[in-house]
């Protein structure tokens, strides 16, 4: 049993373009949570989904920031316009729905760096 | 809004004594808490998820208590390894299926 995927593990991108990061859920698994990670800092929540919907967003920035966990496929957090301030651990878990107390299983984690 | 708080923010011990490493809560009111380990510049590994209604949990040589009146919970780890290095986080749900709220973590540096 394959654990959280995320890709890729590393990424750079230049101020201005777009970072998107994929997040496969363990199996069985059908709640998403997104977390960032900055430099020196804790773990941030940013957001919470299910299969088609988000339940909470409220760690999201208001802008530039989105996600989504389509009902097929992997959950992506896209980040457009990058600045150097968005340079972190983006960290994706999953939780299941029955049971299991909603223990949340984490992926790697995608080290965005932004030049 | 619930505040995790973990003291002291580094650790160092030599190999074998016990570790004891604390985590409170300001908000009582929770729906379970977990421990977890992370490696430098690597993912978050869970140790042991404490249910609300539990006051402790074991693992092999690690034991977790939880005083939910206090908002207080402490990670034991018996015997302590070079192996044991890490960040230890700890961090609690309000409710089912719930967001994280994270404590800042704990280094920990075990000496040979």
């Known amino acids: 049993n394959a654990g959280v995927m995320q890709n890729p593990r590393h990424l750079v991108r230049r101020r201005g373009q777009e970072a998107r990061l994929r997040c496969s859920p363990m199996?069985?698994?059908?709640?998403v949570y997104w977390y960032r990670q900055l430099p020196e800092e804790g773990l941030k929540f940013m957001v919470y989904?299910?299969?088609?919907?988000?339940?909470?967003e409220s760690g999201m920035p208001k802008e530039r920031f989105s996600a989504e966990f389509p009902k097929e496929g992997p959950s992506i957090l896209r980040i457009q316009q990058v600045v150097r301030g968005d340079s972190a651990a983006y960290f994706c878990?999953?939780?299941?729905?029955?049971?299991?107390?909603?223990?949340?299983?984490f992926g790697p984690g995608t080290r965005l760096t932004v030049t | 809004k619930q505040e995790v708080t973990q003291i002291p923010a580094a650790l160092s011990v030599p190999e074998g004594e016990n570790l004891v490493l604390n985590c409170s809560f300001t908000?009582?009111?929770?729906?379970?808490l977990q421990w977890f380990r992370q490696d430098p510049g690597k993912g978050l590994t869970s140790l042991l998820l404490?249910?609300?209604?539990?006051r402790e949990q074991t693992s092999g040589r690690l034991n977790a208590s939880l005083d939910k009146s206090s908002g207080r919970s402490t990670l034991y780890i018996a015997a302590s390894q070079p192996g044991d290095s890490a960040t230890y986080l700890c961090?609690?749900?309000?409710?089912?299926?719930?967001?994280?709220?994270f404590g800042g973590g704990t280094r920990v540096l075990v000496k040979p």
């Open positions: 199996k069985g698994h059908s709640h």
């Open positions: 961090a609690t749900t309000k409710a089912a299926g719930n967001k994280l709220t």
């Open positions: 989904l299910q299969k088609e919907n988000i339940i909470d």
């Open positions: 878990a999953s939780s299941q729905t029955l049971g299991g107390w909603y223990e949340q299983y």
């Open positions: 908000d009582s009111a929770i729906y379970n």
């Open positions: 404490i249910q609300s209604s539990q």
